[in-house]
């Protein structure tokens, strides 16, 4: 069995990335219901960000999406985040929400709009080389409507050809993840709608291009941590954009829609020394938060997280191996159900405690007047949204 | 075999109903491609439906959406439409756009929500005494996101209530469809998610109250054509929103992701006699147009569904009969395909001749110059959309 | 917060029916592993049923499937259970496996098949005269393969007459639990699909018919608690069939999938009554073993029944109802998640202890050589299956 | 637009290839409904291949099922197929039939169990030296039911080091085919489920590794013609497993639930001039006709493969990649359609005529007498099927 203080060691050093947009507005096609106390600009979601951190002690960097985070300053920005706790994580290029990329942004069938689309990813490298991110975080809208609308091998080869731009441009200590979606927000075929066309792309490009797996993108029925386990063998998981999801892309906190799955992808990142920091996993958030208030909502999330992991790292593999290659199915199964059924709250109570930070963070934020504080500060301006 | 010239007098007399919000900008969450040539208000969506019916002969009426389409007079907008030669079809009620739905509307929690949501359809059963609509169109965007989060049961009391005060307002020939949507913009659970439980309200409520197919809402797989010939059984089937889907409710246009599939489930309407004025079924589009321009879309859409009723006619009944009452499995399945297979095109340009139309609606669109007419008159204002 | 000895006192009540199949020979259509020490036939099942009964203390009645069970004198195989500590519950009729039913039962174009398919029912009405059981569980394999092959509404007028002759048979105390399932054996349309359809006939039939909800039968990303709570709303839910799926009709370990999903569906029986002997809701297994060996597998699976139902005892319906009162999405989810994070294994242990049983009933059965003992003495003859 | 001669040009060599098993006996886990005038061995399955060819004149070949063909001369075998006028093309080794298979073949964890599997490979390649036959289909049933039951990394591992033996021994001209699949017969991991992974073995392995695409066997909404285009762009498209489905993998007859995703399959094919003989695109039929007379079934199998290849060579490709290349959405997508819209019969009974046929192979065949033939011909012996 794992050893408690080993387990513990472990969770300790664990490092789980925050989005900064999780802390905007956000809703459905249908309506973004408006929150109050929200930020207004990148700095404010950068404190919102060091807020989370500051409860639950593990998640210390916050990705940022351009041009929603855009500043004049990035340098300034970076000194922001420091001075408030934390760092800047990945940086996400935005080529989605301009009328430019109705049809595309690195497929479009004109060379220009690829162009302008190229030309935003390597500002976004600039701003990486600025803030001292490595991750460029690579998520493309792209794909058709309707059967016929473009070619698909064409796009593919314009898709080939933008990517070798943007990877040549990145520096020693970068690397781009390529994230791949199922479908939305086109509705007939995605540019890159599952892991194999990622990791293709990967292969041509280069070391440096790894495959986002984005928790919520794949087909019913997908077997993630199956993607998980192939894509660690291969050397090619760059990191994880966590939500969870019960039908398509719905961005719930992660966990919340089957905690089991969530502990099975983390079995497997034990399994193959994914949390071991030189194992160039990157564990994300990318969540919306539409209905619930969104720090809370962001340390549920982190919190899920290390749930998930605490289990995993339960998880017997000297006895499950020993069933494994016995072939007892039951016995087997047992013992990874076992570390799930086991409840890892007082294990990270006491961990928390260990770190100086409250057994409870939901609780204690509550306690905090944290929330009534922004609400009464963050008054006038433009909340954040997708849209800014 | 079916006789051409009864196929050709029972498609002369079909009506496909557009709806009013198609013709405005719509897009997903992350971004509404805006287009030229949009309509600013309910007067000029109207006369986009009106130049629908002009080129396609089968779209005589117009669906509104409240407060989309509000305005001071709905006299006035009636008799607009029957100056511009159609008639306002159904009502469709908008209980989701306001802050004070985030957590449902007929099925919220707090009271003084439900009653103001009621209130709402209240006012557009008046609006459907000015208009002379005949249909209340009930969507609801009501559900959970988030296991516990209410309770299912309370929330279907809340439901049989406030859907009761509704139907005990309408009209002796007014009706309410209840739509069910299988998710979106709910993630975890649905307050109407399935026909089963749209039938079940409809039971309870008496004769006026029939189930409404979205074509888009069901879980993948769902078998539509069964539910139509189910409810045409029971006598409940109010109608169609009519729309096509390769994942979600991806809203496409009808016919364009799955063209046999519309086909049989216009086969279902035609074995049980939905044609027929009387059946009460309403034939209605509710699609989003995102990257496509809106009335060339509606044009092809009002044509896909004439192609595949023209081919259900086809259908030869008494040989499709005939083999399965022999329980010949590849016979009767033969018949169908065989209809299905037909070339219905020059039926149906022959069809438009003979009501004085031309036979290519699609291009008779182009050669007119409108669309290049709006653009030009329709500057200035704000474009129509989802919003307004 | 609830009772700790109020909730084992309803656990303590709690029975879980077990299925005789499921202890013989199945696999799928590729292969069917042939497994040692299989009962050869209805009363060996029975045994191995006891088995499990004896380990659990929960399980004392076993479901029969006729032919699969058929033997000469029932009140002898009645007798036999309660020698061996149980009863016999629901009674399955099979219309499935018999050439004549290539092209349906009760749905058959071919009246005479029809008849024959209602004889068996009627049969197994008998049958349950004589071994005193409530339920007739009907499922049907009736469907279609082809598009055309069949008027679908013509077999709903079949199978609304033929479940009518039934029905009118059933005794005093008995029921009829109507089993839909979304497909398979048929792939384009299933006769009773959904429990829309199934609710529609148990209406249309009377107060003796009841929904079965089989977890396995349903669309990919079905809400099953949903539909759980609706039917307990309606007084129409007849009771389950347990196992659990990741793909399709995968008939694996009830709560192997997804026990967050189990924990769900069994809060809803909790919140409505479910437990309480007088519902009239039937908890029974219905899986298939294919490689794991059977005994302890249906043990491991009414322990996953029982640590679901203890977790959903466990949930603080006031807290609940108050956040879900006042909205508070984060909060009411919190109250449902957190009685799933328990770990309830301890507090099960404790129960078997009060009802003189061992903690750990695996463990238990393992060191009963309970295997190896069935193994030794059940050789020769043929061992049971789903053919047989 | 394209020349109809050059189209009949084409369609005149079009190859597709049936598989022997079809010809037998076949059901679901529930039932194989026995059928008349059934084969008992390979060489009456190669007669029933060589008379769906003799009515479609574009069936030229047998896949075999080893060892549900296997025969003592396989030079023979070879020697009636060409006498009968077709000639053996895939060969198809089974590794799941046997009860050591029952936790897998190649992946499986007892090396011995690898051993026998990679052994019955070798066999089979020693059959196609003799048969001449090119391609190896390698179709797995290895996976996982329970969570944990192996390691998914393991068996990966497991998975390359089989298939390096069995590829390092194909002769110059012989390949792998590497089929994937979602799922079934294992319910929770399959160790090929998707064409991702197979591509990665693929590129392991070497240019003699292709993917095998059966269009059955995706996640429910997978857009199969992106992985069409996708795999001939990487000249890894090794061929087809043609069959079509509602749910799973229902192996109906291909083009049977969505020709128009048949259709769009064979114009992805056209585009990547798949259907030069030197592409090395394999087009195989794979189906189970459990309720529908074989033969038959499979004659209209080929039919609609033709038919879907017919309307994918008269895409107007110039006004296509027009059309694309001004991003006018509708009008690309209205080429397509146009294709799709098209009664193709008219051209293809044609087409049989110049070859010297019956312009409609159905009719043709039930006139033949043929069933009746057969029938009466083949009484005693072992209907063939899928255990021999």
Redesign the interface.
């Known amino acids: 069995m794992p050893d408690r203080s080993a387990v513990k060691g472990v969770l300790r050093t664990q490092h789980i990335e925050t989005p900064s947009w999780a802390f905007g507005n956000?809703?459905?096609?249908?309506?973004v219901?408006?929150q109050e106390g929200i930020p207004r600009d990148a700095f404010e979601k950068i404190d919102d960000a060091a807020t989370v951190h500051r409860f639950t002690g593990v998640a210390p960097s916050v990705a940022v999406h351009i041009p929603w985070d855009a500043v004049s300053d990035y340098a300034e920005l970076a000194q922001h985040a420091k001075n408030a706790g934390v760092t800047i994580g990945a940086v996400n290029p935005n080529v989605?929400?301009d009328?430019d990329?109705?049809?595309g942004s690195l497929c479009n069938?004109?060379p220009a709009v690829r162009r302008k689309a190229v030309g935003h990813f390597l500002e976004c490298i600039d701003i990486m080389d600025v803030t001292g991110s490595r991750d460029l975080s690579v998520w493309l809208?792209d794909g058709l409507?309707?059967?016929?609308?473009?070619?698909?091998?064409?796009r593919?080869?314009r898709l080939e050809e933008s990517l070798r731009v943007v990877y040549d441009r990145l520096g020693e200590q970068q690397r781009m993840l390529l994230e791949y979606k199922?479908?939305?927000?086109a509705?007939?075929?995605?540019d890159v709608?599952?892991?194999?066309?990622s990791?293709?792309h990967c292969?041509e490009l280069g070391p440096k291009a790894q495959v986002l797996v984005d928790t919520g993108h794949?087909?019913?029925?997908?077997?993630i941590?199956?993607i998980v386990?192939?894509l660690?063998?291969?050397g090619r998981l760059g990191g994880f954009h966590f939500n969870s999801?019960?039908?398509?892309d719905?961005d719930?906190?992660v966990g919340?829609?089957?905690?089991?799955?969530l502990f099975?992808i983390m079995s497997?990142i034990v399994?193959?020394g994914g949390l071991d920091p030189n194992s160039g996993v990157a564990f994300m958030l990318d969540q919306c938060h539409?209905?619930?208030?969104k720090i809370?909502?962001l340390i549920?999330s982190v919190m899920n997280v290390q749930?998930a992991t605490a289990k995993a790292l339960l998880v017997d593999t000297d006895a499950?191996?020993t069933a494994?290659?016995a072939?007892d199915?039951?016995d087997?199964?047992?013992?990874?159900?076992d570390a799930?059924?086991?409840?890892v709250?007082p294990l990270l109570a006491e961990l928390r405690e260990d770190m100086g930070l409250d057994p409870d963070p939901?609780a204690a934020y509550h306690r905090s007047g944290h929330a009534a504080k922004i609400r009464a500060e963050r008054v006038g301006g433009a909340a954040a949204g997708?849209g800014a």
């Not at 409507?145 to 064409?154: E, H, L, M, V």
């Not at 919340?256 to 799955?261: C, M, S």
Request: zero cysteines; charged letters at 25%.
């Open positions: 956000s809703g459905t096609r249908f309506k219901f408006a989605f929400q009328d990329y109705r049809l069938p004109d809208a409507n309707y059967p016929g609308q473009d070619s698909i091998s064409a593919q080869e199922f479908f939305e927000p509705f007939y075929a995605t709608p599952d892991w194999g066309t990791y293709a292969l794949h087909a019913p029925g997908t077997n941590e199956f386990a192939l660690r063998r291969k999801r019960f039908y398509a719905d719930l906190m919340a829609a089957d905690p089991y799955q099975r497997e399994f193959g539409n209905i619930e208030p809370p909502a549920r749930e499950l191996r494994q290659q072939g199915v039951l087997a199964n047992a013992v990874l159900v799930f059924a086991t409840d709250r939901i997708w």
